[in-house]
């Protein structure tokens, strides 16, 4: 029995698939510089040994993990959907772009277990594992960070005591001030209950509408100040921004305080004894 020799056989085979979309990106505002593209136009990309063709979608100052610094090398950053780049990619007979980054989100509180398990992987370099929550951390403990944090905490908390001081001394005179008129109401039959009611509802008015303008303006002014001196290790503005948050049961505790203090001295003084004749006669009453 004689073997013939056989011819090696290709087949390409295709299977039908919808037309690729343009895949649409996001730039930073330095790519765009550098390439001389806009918001709106579309580009051809040369990824993986074959073109795609993006259309900028938007733009933004940074993105997370690029270089940002402004160098002359530094041709900006183009943010593209993975599996859109791979079906251009495909489409256009080119290779597909693998991965060399993983974003994993975790459950509450489990980012720490999640990254020491990873770290103990014999293949994964330890200090390839970074977690945001580390980040954070050293950001807040790096003194550039920490220094402008703690002295608006502490700006925040001394603005808040000597409100509650001017409170209070300004409702200490206002009732003194008011003493004849008080005596008035007292020889008339008002009550010193009443008589408290009343004065301190209009203190609560005062103080309630100075402390809402108070916030408003606070928050305004804390988050337009704190991201422009939050700075990290290198002096450099921190990428993503920083998030102001005002945590609205702290903000409810501090202004509970800074009220307590004039309305407690409100009613103290407006229901202790007064003599009206005395303070009438103090007043040159009759």
């Known amino acids: 029995m004689a073997w013939l020799p056989t011819a090696a056989l290709t087949l390409d085979l295709r299977v039908p ?6 895949v649409e990106g996001v730039a930073t505002d330095r790519y765009l510089e550098s390439t001389g593209a806009r918001v709106g136009q579309r580009l051809s990309v040369r990824l993986g040994g074959g073109t795609v063709p993006v259309r900028i979608a938007r733009a933004v100052r940074a993105l997370p993990t690029t270089p940002s610094d402004g160098a002359d090398d530094d041709g900006g950053a ?16 080119g290779e597909a772009v693998l991965p060399d980054e993983w974003w994993l989100a975790t459950g509450p509180g489990a980012s720490s277990q999640v990254a020491a398990a990873l770290r103990q992987w014999p293949d994964i370099d330890p200090s390839r594992v970074v977690v945001c ?10 003194p550039f960070g920490a220094g402008p944090g703690n002295a ?5 908390f001394a603005a808040a005591a000597l409100t509650a001081v001017g409170f209070a001394v300004s409702t200490a005179g206002s009732l003194r001030e008011r003493s004849a008129e008080f005596g008035v109401y007292r020889a008339l039959g008002a009550s010193r209950r009443r008589l408290a009611r009343v004065v301190l509802v209009e203190h609560a008015v005062l103080v309630g509408t100075a402390l809402a303008v108070g916030v408003v303006l606070g928050a305004v002014l804390a988050r337009a100040v704190v991201p422009l001196v939050m700075l990290t290790a290198e002096a450099t503005r921190p990428l993503p921004g920083v998030l102001v948050v005002l945590p609205p049961p702290r903000v409810a505790a501090l202004l509970a305080a800074v009220a307590a203090v004039p309305l407690v001295i409100t009613a103290v003084l407006a229901l202790r ?6 303070s009438l006669r103090d007043r040159g009453g009759e």
Do not use: G, K, M, T
Not at 78 to 93: G, K, M, P, T
Not at 133 to 142: G, K, M, W
Not at 273 to 278: E, F, H, K, L, W
């Open 273 to 278: 004894r007064v003599d009206a004749v005395s």
């Open 133 to 142: 929550d580390e980040i954070a951390e050293q950001l807040r403990d790096d």
């Open 17 to 22: 698939q919808p037309p690729v979309p343009v």
């Open 78 to 93: 183009l943010l593209l959907d993975l599996a859109s780049v791979n079906r251009a990619l495909q489409a256009a007979e």
């Open 152 to 156: 608006f905490a502490a700006a925040a």
